[in-house]
């Protein structure tokens, strides 16, 4: 049976290039060059709303504030250079466009920011395979987790553009390096959920939970005695991400700045759905949006590579050893942003008839458990069938940018 080892058992990282071994040194390299790919050859502005992220970078560069006021804020004309009447939908705190800004005061472009968010994203990777490595009992089960951590499907193509999605990757590899620490580093955990907090609200919902659960597990199965001192940073942490959405509550009386502007559709307009239809929409949607290239494939072709990764965690969490208690905290969290966010979006929905709220990358501050689970879970299947390891990693691979090129250069060969 594969599982993960008692920590007793547990040797260090081959020492190497960024600390681990060659093999898993070069999958980060291959992720990086991918990511920089991504970054000169997309056309601007691309997707995810690049234009809009780079437009509150510019706003926060002329004027910079800790608390935007977001029904102020207007989008760039695409060349960069004046600003069109259209009004801006993004709602997100300002820690990341503050981030940035000096790089526009400076005279920094498109392709330098981009540049900067190919590294946030590769800083992040770094982090979650470092600390997965440190788990894993030998290099084939570290190469494969360097794998699957590298392989959310928008985690290149993202990590390309200008969007704050980065940040929030870099949060969620700090809760999962400080779930994955020896002693349960509670102010690393604390760290991520305030940068969590400061980056989306999806990514303080999913990591809060994902804390939350780890914690009380831990004391529940009496791994943990209950301490204050453990408990409090934690708290300290969920409290700094929430002060972007309780000032947000103060001043305006909603969590978030909601542009109905961007979003509303007459009623008349919308399609006739109950709950039921709409989460089979929703989930639908989901699938659809999972690949790089989103609407790529069809639902039934896009399903059951978006189910894939997650039935082969979930087999994964069968044969883990003592850090099962790392996966199970993080398919609780998964069930609880699932949940919030399919309600989040039928309230959307019924309010303004909108159906924008599927989006899948909000989950890319789980990946780092999802990938543990999933690469204890492909070392089982692959026990017996070492052609099977190929083949598991190939379909997890598929979706991502890496797959959509080798796809590409295929078909134009053939």
């Known amino acids: 049976m594969t599982s993960i080892p008692s920590r007793v058992q547990r040797k260090g990282i081959p020492s190497n290039i960024m600390g681990v071994s060659p093999g898993v040194a070069l999958i980060l390299s291959i992720y990086l060059t991918i990511t920089m790919f991504m970054s000169v050859s997309l056309p601007f502005p691309w997707q995810f709303d690049e234009l809009q992220h780079l437009s509150m970078i510019r706003s926060e560069a002329d004027h910079p504030t800790l608390f935007p006021e977001y029904e102020r804020q207007h989008v760039l004309q695409e060349d960069t250079e004046h600003w069109s009447p259209t009004k801006n939908h993004i709602n997100h705190p300002s820690l990341y466009y503050l981030a940035l800004a000096p790089v526009v005061r400076l005279g920094g472009g498109v392709l330098l920011i981009r540049f900067l968010n190919a590294g946030l994203s590769f800083l992040a990777l770094v982090i979650a395979v470092r600390a997965g490595c440190r788990i894993?009992?030998?290099?084939?089960?570290?190469?494969?987790?360097?794998?699957?951590?590298?392989?959310?499907?928008?985690?290149?193509?993202?990590?390309?553009?200008?969007?704050?999605?980065?940040?929030?990757?870099?949060?969620?590899?700090?809760?999962?390096?400080?779930?994955?620490?020896?002693?349960?580093?509670?102010?690393?955990?604390?760290?991520?959920?305030?940068?969590?907090?400061?980056?989306?609200?999806?990514?303080?919902?999913g990591l809060g939970a994902l804390a939350l659960a780890a914690y009380a597990g831990m004391i529940w199965t009496n791994r943990l005695r209950f301490s204050f001192g453990r408990l409090l940073p934690i708290l300290a942490g969920l409290t700094l991400g929430a002060i972007p959405y309780l000032w947000s509550l103060l001043e305006s009386g909603h969590l978030l700045y909601v542009s109905r502007e961007t979003y509303y559709t007459p009623p008349d307009h919308r399609p006739a759905l109950t709950f039921m239809t709409f989460a089979a929409k929703f989930?639908?949607?989901?699938?659809?949006?999972?690949?790089?290239?989103?609407?790529?494939?069809?639902l039934w072709l896009a399903l059951p590579f978006f189910l894939?990764?997650?039935?082969?965690?979930?087999?994964?969490?069968?044969?883990?050893?003592?850090?099962?208690?790392i996966a199970e905290p993080y398919a609780i969290a998964l069930i609880v942003l699932a949940a919030i966010h399919l309600a989040f979006g039928w309230h959307a929905f019924k309010d303004m008839g909108d159906l924008t709220i599927a989006q899948t990358r909000y989950y890319n501050v789980l990946w780092p458990g999802i990938a543990l689970a999933g690469t204890v879970g492909?070392?089982?299947?692959?026990?017996?069938?070492?052609?099977?390891?190929?083949?598991?990693?190939?379909?997890?691979?598929?979706?991502?940018?890496?797959?959509?090129?080798?796809l590409a250069f295929a078909v134009h060969a053939a």
């Open 378 to 406: 492909i070392m089982a299947l692959a026990r017996t069938r070492r052609m099977m390891r190929g083949l598991l990693l190939g379909l997890y691979l598929w979706p991502t940018a890496l797959g959509g090129l080798i």
């Open 136 to 205: 894993l009992p030998n290099d084939p089960d570290r190469t494969v987790f360097a794998v699957l951590a590298a392989s959310f499907p928008k985690g290149a193509e993202i990590g390309g553009l200008i969007n704050n999605d980065n940040l929030a990757a870099l949060a969620g590899s700090l809760v999962f390096a400080g779930l994955a620490s020896d002693a349960l580093s509670v102010w690393m955990i604390a760290g991520g959920l305030a940068l969590a907090g400061w980056s989306k609200l999806t990514a303080l919902i």
């Open 283 to 298: 989930f639908g949607t989901l699938a659809v949006k999972w690949p790089a290239a989103e609407g790529s494939l069809p």
């Open 308 to 325: 894939f990764p997650f039935a082969v965690a979930g087999f994964g969490m069968r044969h883990m050893g003592a850090d099962k208690r």
